[in-house]
């Protein structure tokens, strides 16, 4: 192990320990790093990339923040975020949207996620370490005492009173040793990848016109802003040359896209490369291949086919394939579809989400989805969701909590992990603080403090 040096110039100098560790910069490490930090936590936070966003910088919107019924589900950390970005013209609005699987829609600009994210972790005092990837865990006794971070400098080893496990696919809960399930229950395999990109010089109301006339329903055209349209569609119209020039496998292929900018489509999601495992770095590598060699034939086809997209061309690709599902952690409960479907409400709530269960085929043929059915069209994730079963000092939060792969199919949209990672955030500065393991925490005054924090549970 080397030893953590000084930083020069008025650097941050980042120490060993912590009170709170956050492995994983994305949507949930986000708002997890910030709400420990003001919870006064010194609170380090830990991302492989260059910058915070995750999948929240691929330029994907941010989904229903709100119900069917048009009510508010989440706020909190994720609706600062939405105004602040929206202050720097680099959001827009919430749109509700009625009949379609979406209730709302909020476009937002990838690069911003990532610039006024990251000011806001500045500003409530959490430390940033980037190009850092978390590889290791030390546990005794199943109490997690250290974590390990390989970098430039080598490999390091952090300690902290309690982690929080942000990285997606439960990188660090797998490290430590905590139980998890990977796929669907019948055959382990994962929903579908999608390598996402943003599109230069498209005549968006030309292109957004032509999927009007084949729509997903009632998703939304239009809205509160002059370039504030939304694709959503299939490419029916085109299934022979499809077929016929292997552009996809299969007929009746989706696709959704939006934009907020002139002449852009700020995202793109059409691809699907299947059958893959995103937390194996070999299989993840042939998604990587396979969805750009997808993109060159994709673009070709647009541009040949498609009026409105004859010049367009790509001026961005995220960092890395969207990963839609990998390991979830054995927790405390496991959330269920059922409990989705019918709108449980429990006592132990930190989150609630309102979006229907979206399950991208794991075999590439489609895309399918369940409603709610309650009264109140949205449910509860009880804390216990976030807690593994067996370690200690660990909760994780985002896309890898404790749920069966099909009610992950609808906690992983982007306002959820966010209220999650609000959430992970106060438990694991109380747990600190108060040389607790998070599962002996008492819930009602984690409740209290996200409820006097803007969460709406
Ligand atoms: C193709 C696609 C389309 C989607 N469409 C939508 C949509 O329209 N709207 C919506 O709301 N949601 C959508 N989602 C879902 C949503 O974007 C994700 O489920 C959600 O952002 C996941 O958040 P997270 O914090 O769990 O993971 P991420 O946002 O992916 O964050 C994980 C972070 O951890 C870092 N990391 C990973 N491993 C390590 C490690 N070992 N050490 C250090 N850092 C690490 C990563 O670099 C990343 O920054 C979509 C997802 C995909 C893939």
């Given at each position: 192990?080397?030893?953590?040096?000084?930083?020069?110039?008025?650097?941050?100098?980042?120490?060993?320990?912590?009170?709170?560790?956050?492995?994983?910069?994305?949507?949930?490490?986000?708002?997890?790093?910030l709400s420990a930090a003001r919870?006064?936590?010194?609170?380090?936070?830990?991302?492989?990339?260059?910058?915070?966003?995750?999948?929240?910088?691929?330029?994907?919107?941010?989904?229903?923040?709100?119900?069917?019924?048009?009510?508010?589900?989440?706020?909190?950390?994720?609706?600062?975020?939405?105004?602040?970005?929206?202050?720097?013209?680099?959001?827009?609005?919430?749109?509700?949207?009625?009949?379609?699987?979406?209730?709302?829609?909020?476009?937002i600009d990838p690069e911003w996620?990532?610039?006024?994210?990251?000011?806001?972790?500045?500003?409530?005092?959490?430390?940033?370490?980037?190009?850092?990837?978390?590889?290791?865990?030390?546990?005794?006794?199943?109490?997690?005492?250290?974590?390990?971070?390989?970098?430039?400098?080598?490999?390091?080893?952090?300690?902290?009173?309690?982690?929080?496990?942000?990285?997606?696919?439960?990188?660090?809960?797998?490290?430590?040793?905590?139980?998890?399930?990977?796929?669907?229950?019948?055959?382990?395999?994962?929903?579908?990848?999608?390598?996402?990109?943003?599109?230069?010089?498209?005549?968006?109301?030309?292109?957004?016109?032509?999927?009007?006339?084949?729509?997903?329903?009632?998703?939304?055209?239009?809205?509160?802003?002059?370039?504030?349209?939304?694709?959503?569609?299939?490419?029916?119209?085109?299934?022979?040359?499809?077929?016929?020039?292997?552009?996809?496998?299969?007929?009746?292929?989706?696709?959704?896209?939006?934009?907020?900018?002139?002449?852009?489509?700020?995202?793109?999601?059409?691809?699907?490369?299947?059958?893959?495992?995103?937390?194996?770095?070999?299989?993840?590598?042939?998604?990587?291949?396979?969805?750009?060699?997808?993109?060159?034939?994709?673009?070709?086809?647009?541009?040949?086919?498609?009026?409105?997209?004859?010049?367009?061309?790509?001026?961005?690709?995220?960092?890395?394939?969207?990963?839609?599902?990998?390991?979830?952690?054995?927790?405390?409960?496991?959330?269920?579809?059922?409990?989705?479907?019918?709108?449980?409400?429990?006592?132990?709530?930190i989150a609630r989400n309102g979006?229907?269960?979206?399950?991208?085929?794991?075999?590439?043929?489609?895309?399918?989805?369940?409603?709610?059915?309650?009264?109140?069209?949205?449910?509860?994730?009880?804390?216990?969701?976030?807690?593994?079963?067996?370690?200690?000092?660990?909760?994780?939060?985002?896309?890898?909590?404790?749920?069966?792969?099909?009610?992950?199919?609808?906690?992983?949209?982007?306002?959820?992990?966010?209220?999650?990672?609000?959430?992970?955030?106060?438990?694991?500065?109380?747990?600190?603080?108060?040389?607790?393991?998070?599962?002996?925490?008492?819930?009602?005054?984690?409740?209290?403090?996200?409820?006097?924090?803007?969460?709406?549970?």
């Amino acid at each position: 192990m080397q030893e953590i040096r000084v930083g020069k110039r008025g650097w941050k100098m980042y120490r060993q320990e912590y009170d709170v560790i956050v492995a994983g910069g994305g949507t949930a490490g986000i708002a997890a790093g910030l709400s420990a930090a003001r919870a006064g936590a010194h609170v380090l936070l830990i991302e492989k990339n260059s910058y915070v966003g995750g999948t929240a910088a691929s330029g994907l919107p941010f989904i229903d923040f709100f119900n069917r019924d048009g009510k508010q589900i989440t706020a909190g950390i994720a609706e600062e975020l939405m105004k602040r970005l929206f202050q720097e013209k680099a959001a827009l609005g919430h749109i509700r949207t009625s009949g379609g699987h979406l209730n709302s829609v909020t476009m937002i600009d990838p690069e911003w996620v990532k610039i006024t994210a990251e000011e806001m972790l500045l500003e409530s005092g959490c430390e940033l370490l980037y190009h850092s990837f978390v590889c290791g865990a030390k546990v005794e006794e199943d109490c997690l005492k250290s974590i390990v971070v390989a970098n430039k400098n080598g490999l390091t080893e952090f300690r902290a009173g309690c982690f929080i496990d942000t990285t997606g696919d439960g990188d660090l809960a797998k490290f430590s040793g905590a139980r998890y399930h990977l796929g669907r229950e019948s055959d382990g395999l994962c929903q579908a990848m999608s390598l996402l990109f943003k599109l230069g010089d498209v005549d968006v109301e030309r292109a957004t016109s032509l999927f009007s006339e084949n729509p997903i329903p009632a998703c939304p055209v239009g809205g509160d802003h002059e370039y504030n349209l939304h694709i959503s569609g299939k490419l029916s119209k085109w299934n022979d040359i499809i077929l016929k020039e292997g552009i996809f496998e299969h007929p009746d292929h989706n696709i959704w896209a939006g934009t907020m900018r002139e002449n852009e489509l700020t995202y793109v999601n059409t691809i699907r490369v299947s059958e893959k495992n995103g937390a194996d770095a070999y299989e993840l590598s042939e998604a990587e291949i396979e969805g750009r060699r997808q993109l060159k034939k994709v673009i070709r086809f647009l541009n040949a086919y498609v009026p409105g997209m004859e010049k367009a061309h790509i001026t961005s690709i995220p960092n890395g394939i969207g990963i839609r599902e990998t390991r979830r952690i054995d927790g405390e409960y496991i959330l269920t579809g059922e409990d989705i479907i019918e709108g449980r409400r429990f006592d132990d709530c930190i989150a609630r989400n309102g979006y229907c269960i979206d399950i991208h085929d794991p075999k590439g043929q489609g895309w399918g989805v369940s409603r709610i059915q309650s009264e109140e069209q949205s449910y509860d994730i009880p804390y216990r969701c976030i807690v593994p079963a067996r370690i200690d000092n660990l909760l994780v939060a985002g896309r890898c909590i404790s749920t069966t792969a099909e009610a992950l199919a609808s906690t992983r949209i982007m306002p959820s992990c966010m209220a999650l990672g609000q959430a992970a955030g106060v438990a694991a500065s109380m747990a600190a603080d108060r040389k607790l393991a998070p599962r002996k925490l008492d819930v009602k005054s984690i409740q209290t403090i996200l409820r006097g924090n803007g969460a709406l549970i």
